[in-house]
């Protein structure tokens, strides 16, 4: 361990002194919510101690503007439904108008993450040969034909990209260089960093969850690839057999996700009256989220689609174990039986959660293999190595 710690460090080094003097831009839909700001929240930061010169801006579309991108997002994830021509103007014409507003000359190398910003290089309006590389953290292992061949075409002027999975690679994308980059987490922010279990208790001691009785939780934006209403079937199913499990459904509702008032509706309105049951909406600080994470009997992550799932990993970080849906990035962290489950079904999950929630110290020997992966495959600086590596080559500084 101390030997691969060491060669990431001078791997990162090397790197670092190959891109000496080069200027990288991050460009993202929101600071706020989901897994893209979180990452880059450490990731970027982490590179400017390093010496680079790195720095984020998020876009400002006008509003209406992800209403339309999260239709895409919907798409590259798979769902049937395509965007009438009148939205694929929307999307050019705003796209054209925050082309405007990036200054490319200023940046060597501009990461663009997801659908949203992604057609600004297209619409670009200065000639400089700044490099573009795409960052898709999609689940786009099965995407709609059509959104696929239309982002194809404003995909085109980028030299690199970065999918999580390489069953993600969407067909037509084929920049001159490309990367299969899982995400991380960073130990040391907030949300990451130890926790003991009075700690946590205390925090916890604000909701109203009966500490005494094992819960399970969902961390997750309140999406419909997250299936809160599946979570909240299969716990209903796993209290038939221990009666004493709650539920936690902790979400918030990303700035560029307009789907997210409606799902919360639809699951207050599912959730009416179950006892053992808490809902929390953009309520949870990092802090909380750890809580939550460092005290249950296991994390749920019951996704119909995922890139990665930033909040598996935390959970794994926290030495729970994890009950999670077999679907895109969710199993590269899941050792069947090890730190987890991979589920397929609604009963599935719920006879996992009921094992776990009967077996306390089953849960807890399967929490501490979690840490382990975590450690070895998803932290931080391994993120930052291999980011590097793929934009040293983009560069020609490799
Ligand atoms: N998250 C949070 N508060 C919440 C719900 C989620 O801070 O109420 C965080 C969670 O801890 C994780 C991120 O949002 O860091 C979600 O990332 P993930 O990759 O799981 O999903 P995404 O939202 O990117 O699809």
Not at 172 to 197: Q, T, V, W
Request: net charge negative; aromatic share 6%; glycine share 8%.
């Amino acid at each position: 361990m101390m030997n691969e710690v060491k060669s990431l460090d001078t791997e990162i080094k090397g790197l670092t002194d190959a891109l000496r003097g080069q200027r990288i831009l991050h460009l993202s839909a929101t600071a706020n919510g989901g897994g893209v700001a979180e990452i880059l929240r450490s990731e970027v930061p982490m590179l400017q101690d390093l010496g680079i010169k790195a720095d984020w801006q998020v876009i400002e579309p006008p509003a209406g503007f992800f209403e339309v991108t999260k239709k895409i997002h919907n798409a590259l994830q798979g769902e049937h439904t395509g965007l009438s021509p009148t939205e694929w103007r929307y999307y050019e014409a705003v796209s054209k108008d925050m082309a405007k507003k990036v200054a490319p000359a200023q940046w060597d190398a501009i990461i663009v993450h997801d659908p949203q910003p992604a057609a600004i290089p297209y619409f670009r309006v200065d000639a400089s040969d700044t490099k573009w590389i795409w960052r898709c953290h999609l689940d786009s292992s099965d995407p709609h034909g059509g959104v696929a061949n239309r982002m194809a075409k404003y995909l085109l002027p980028y030299a690199g990209g970065i999918f999580s999975l390489e069953s993600f690679r969407l067909p037509g994308f084929s920049p001159e260089h490309l990367a299969i980059i899982p995400p991380a987490i960073d130990a040391d922010s907030k949300k990451n960093r130890p926790m003991d279990k009075d700690e946590a208790q205390e925090i916890l001691r604000a909701y109203p969850l009966d500490l005494s009785r094992p819960f399970v939780v969902q961390v997750s934006r309140f999406d419909q690839w997250k299936d809160p209403l599946g979570v909240l079937e299969a716990w209903r199913l796993a209290k038939q057999k221990v009666p004493e499990l709650q539920l936690a459904l902790v979400g918030d509702t990303a700035d560029d996700d307009p789907q997210a008032p409606m799902i919360v509706k639809e699951l207050r309105g599912a959730a009416k009256g179950d006892d053992g049951l808490l809902i929390l909406v953009d309520e949870a600080d990092d802090r909380t989220v750890k809580a939550f994470q460092t005290l249950a009997v296991a994390a749920v992550q019951k996704s119909l689609r995922e890139g990665f799932g930033l909040s598996v990993t935390e959970a794994l970080w926290a030495g729970t174990p994890v009950i999670a849906s077999n679907v895109g990035g969710i199993p590269l962290q899941i050792e069947e039986g090890r730190n987890g489950y991979l589920v397929s079904t609604i009963p599935k999950a719920a006879d996992r959660m009921a094992e776990l929630a009967a077996d306390p110290a089953k849960a807890k020997r399967m929490g501490t293999a979690g840490r382990k992966i975590v450690e070895e495959k998803f932290l931080m600086p391994r993120l930052v190595r291999d980011d590097l590596t793929l934009v040293a080559k983009v560069l020609g500084a490799d």
